[in-house]
């Protein structure tokens, strides 16, 4: 049993029809949905199943166990029947917004090569990173940067190596503290700008805007020192400051 990940074939998939395969309290498992589930620091999906004669809150989207998304029901909601086809439709402007919020924090760790990334978190409302740094950029100079590098209006793609490539080019990870998912045989990299010369190239699972400029202007608000080598730094974006882009559902 296994959930097709529709969210990796288009980030900006809204909603789509699957098939239940399980449904208890601990979650709810389809074929297939446009639900991110939690990981590397992207919040997992909030949204709704709908079926011929009910509806489910959905909390949040974890992994579960054989490569299956738990879509999290609301405490006491009924759930659908096994077998039963549903309409899987994501919180959409939260979603959005996690696009964007990840976009920056990609473009923010390009304006400090070199430096590990300790930590993160993705927020709708502020999210940031944890670098291995002993001085940081004036958070002034941060923000003029990253609006310069959104401004300009990147192309946001992806490309696929393998696991022998990434070991062969190891600066590529700037994450200290996790590694990516290996036993595929190949590792998504997800590349901002041309692709003789990226903005920024580093292996990614999550869900990201087409084009730098659907970011929006940000603002780092907060730099803190976290330990001796560990400096945090905090990201905002102005609300409305940016379309959603084109809708897409499937069936």
Same mark, same amino acid.
């Given at each position: 049993?296994?959930t097709?990940?529709?969210?990796?074939e288009? /980030? @900006?998939l809204?909603? /789509?029809r699957?098939i239940v395969l399980?449904?208890g309290?601990?979650?709810v498992v389809l074929d297939?949905?446009?639900? @991110?589930?939690?990981?590397g620091g992207?919040?997992g999906?909030?949204g709704?199943l709908?079926w011929?004669?009910?509806?489910?809150?959905i909390? #949040?989207? $974890?992994?579960?166990?054989?490569d299956? !998304?738990?879509?999290?029901? /609301?405490?006491?909601a009924?759930?659908?029947p $096994?077998? +039963?086809e549903?309409t899987a439709a994501?919180?959409w402007?939260?979603?959005?917004?996690h696009?964007?919020m990840?976009?920056?924090?990609?473009l %923010?760790c390009s304006? &400090?090569?070199?430096?590990? !990334?300790?930590?993160?978190?993705i927020?709708?409302e502020?999210?940031?990173?944890?670098f291995?740094?002993?001085? *940081?950029?004036?958070?002034?100079a941060?923000?003029?940067? %990253?609006?310069?590098l959104?401004? +300009?209006?990147?192309?946001?793609g992806e490309?696929w190596i393998s696991?022998a490539e990434l070991d062969?080019? *190891?600066?590529?990870? =700037?994450?200290?503290s !996790?590694?990516p998912? =290996?036993?595929?045989?190949?590792?998504?990299? !997800?590349?901002?700008g041309d692709?003789?010369?990226p903005?920024?190239?580093?292996p990614c699972?999550?869900t990201h805007?087409?084009?730098?400029a659907e &970011?929006?202007?940000?603002? $780092?608000? #907060?730099?803190?020192n976290?330990?001796?080598q560990n400096r945090?730094?905090y990201?905002v974006?102005a609300?409305?400051?940016?379309?959603?882009?084109?809708?897409s559902?499937i069936?």
């Amino acid at each position: 049993m296994s959930t097709d990940l529709l969210f990796r074939e288009d /980030a @900006y998939l809204q909603e /789509a029809r699957a098939i239940v395969l399980a449904a208890g309290p601990e979650g709810v498992v389809l074929d297939r949905s446009p639900f @991110y589930a939690q990981a590397g620091g992207q919040p997992g999906d909030a949204g709704v199943l709908r079926w011929a004669d009910g509806e489910l809150p959905i909390l #949040k989207a $974890v992994k579960g166990p054989e490569d299956t !998304v738990l879509h999290l029901p /609301a405490e006491g909601a009924t759930l659908p029947p $096994v077998g +039963a086809e549903v309409t899987a439709a994501i919180d959409w402007p939260l979603r959005h917004r996690h696009m964007r919020m990840h976009t920056a924090l990609h473009l %923010l760790c390009s304006l &400090i090569p070199g430096a590990g !990334v300790t930590g993160g978190q993705i927020g709708a409302e502020r999210s940031r990173l944890d670098f291995d740094l002993a001085t *940081p950029p004036a958070k002034e100079a941060l923000t003029e940067a %990253l609006n310069a590098l959104i401004v +300009a209006d990147h192309a946001v793609g992806e490309q696929w190596i393998s696991e022998a490539e990434l070991d062969a080019n *190891p600066g590529l990870v =700037r994450t200290l503290s !996790v590694q990516p998912p =290996r036993g595929a045989g190949r590792i998504r990299l !997800v590349r901002i700008g041309d692709a003789a010369a990226p903005v920024d190239l580093q292996p990614c699972g999550g869900t990201h805007v087409r084009r730098t400029a659907e &970011i929006g202007r940000v603002e $780092v608000t #907060k730099l803190e020192n976290k330990g001796k080598q560990n400096r945090r730094v905090y990201l905002v974006i102005a609300d409305g400051a940016a379309s959603p882009g084109a809708q897409s559902v499937i069936g």
